[in-house]
T-cell receptor, first 115, second 117 residues
Framework: DSGVTQTPKHLITATGQRVTLRCSPRSGDLSVYWYQQSLDQGLQFLIQYYNGEERAKGNILERFSAQQFPDLHSELNLSSLELGDSALYFC??????????????FGEGSRLTVL | KNQVEQSPQSLIILEGKNCTLQCNYTVSPFSNLRWYKQDTGRGPVSLTIMTFSENTKSNGRYTATLDADTKQSSLHITASQLSDSASYICVVSLPDLYNTNAGKSTFGDGTTLTVKP
């Protein structure tokens, strides 16, 4: 158990809909990262927050947005969903940035299926 | 072109055998290189972390090496077990030069290892 909690574990929805994925980082971790992993693909970095502020952005679509709240939990909002958005979405947390050998701890992911 | 390339893409070995996975990167400068193990449908779990000044790190039957001159890393698995069947991911992290707390990392696409009895 990494200590990172993601909900929901599974989600099935229709095209055009909007969903929110939630992540609770390990106690004491200030950084939260979101990744997308499509079937048989590598992990694609979406966005990172540190202590409530956006710090790094990857290939995140404009239809997607995220935020980190004062209690450090984070939410990833996916809107106008398309079939291609079906994927595993992982959240990871670390005390500091990976550059400082801040270990990344991953949650078990939220599997999104768009029909 | 991915700045972190892993080979082979997939590998099948017999239980008890050794294997070596490769990671070539062009990310420069870098702060550290990590190897993760990802079981199917699960979150990645860290195996080893090496800074640019380290050239080997072990974690049980897993040994990672790093050659910063040639920008190559390898993960050697000794006496493989069925539970080693997973995807192994190489991740290179950039230095946080301006203390922005930005976590910039580049992920390889992984090597899928299958260990057969």
């Amino acid at each position: 158990d990494s200590g990172v909690t993601q909900t929901p574990k599974h989600l099935i929805t229709a095209t055009g809909q909007r969903v929110t994925l939630r992540c609770s980082p390990r106690s004491g971790d200030l950084s939260v990262y979101w990744y997308q992993q499509s079937l048989d693909q590598g992990l694609q970095f979406l966005i990172q927050y540190y202590n409530g502020e956006e710090r790094a952005k990857g290939n995140i679509l404009e239809r997607f947005s995220a935020q980190q709240f004062p209690d450090l939990h984070s939410e990833l909002n996916l809107s106008s969903l398309e079939l291609g958005d079906s994927a595993l979405y992982f959240c990871a947390s670390s005390v500091g940035p990976p550059a400082n050998t801040g270990e990344l701890f991953f949650g078990e992911g939220s599997r999104l299926t768009v029909l | 072109k991915n700045q972190v390339e892993q080979s082979p893409q997939s590998l099948i070995i017999l239980e008890g055998k050794n294997c070596t996975l490769q990671c070539n990167y062009t990310v420069s400068p870098f702060s550290n290189l990590r190897w993760y193990k990802q079981d199917t449908g699960r979150g990645p779990v860290s195996l080893t972390i090496m800074t640019f000044s380290e050239n080997t790190k072990s974690n049980g039957r897993y040994t990672a090496t790093l050659d910063a001159d040639t920008k190559q890393s390898s993960l050697h698995i000794t006496a493989s077990q069925l539970s080693d069947s997973a995807s192994y991911i190489c991740v290179v992290s950039l230095p946080d030069l301006y203390n922005t707390n930005a976590g910039k990392s580049t992920f390889g696409d992984g090597t899928t290892l299958t260990v057969k009895p």
